[in-house]
């Protein structure tokens, strides 16, 4: 069977750690996917959903922070501030930090501030898209 090992880290815990037949992660301009045996690279990752498919054919799926992915030996390694299961995240939370964020947005800010605001609304919106997604399957 052709799987890789995959480890997912988030500041607070190792979120994954084990084998996985495919991972589709959030790119600047879309999505990527990582099979076996991918060649070596190192990218970053943005805000979003990343899927991966364990040997048994079934999927799991988590609401990511960005971060950097790391390929190397039929290892790969994401490495993100922060990774969520779907059923993890707190609906109503979100949407207040949703509404804060873009509360900020519309106040005059420094460039530094407007940056911190508009990932803090990324990782909102993308919080909520998941919980939104859960909730439907």
Not at 18 to 32: A, I, K, Q, T
Request: aromatic share 8%; hydrophobic share 40%.
């Amino acid at each position: 069977m052709d799987t890789f090992s995959l480890k997912i880290m988030a500041c607070d815990r190792v979120f994954f750690d084990g084998e996985s037949r495919m991972l589709v992660f959030p790119v600047y301009d879309g999505e990527m996917a990582i099979m076996a045996h991918h060649e070596q690279m190192t990218t970053t990752i943005e805000v979003g959903e990343i899927r991966f498919q364990l040997p048994d054919n079934t999927w799991q799926n988590a609401i990511v922070s960005d971060g950097i992915l790391k390929v190397e030996k039929n290892e790969v390694h994401l490495l993100v501030y922060s990774a969520e299961r779907p059923e993890e995240i707190d609906a109503f939370r979100a949407q207040a930090a949703l509404e804060r964020a873009k509360e900020q947005l519309q106040q005059k800010q420094s460039i530094r501030e407007y940056h911190v605001s508009s990932a803090s609304l990324a990782r909102a919106m993308a919080r909520l898209r998941g919980v939104n997604k859960e909730s439907i399957n």
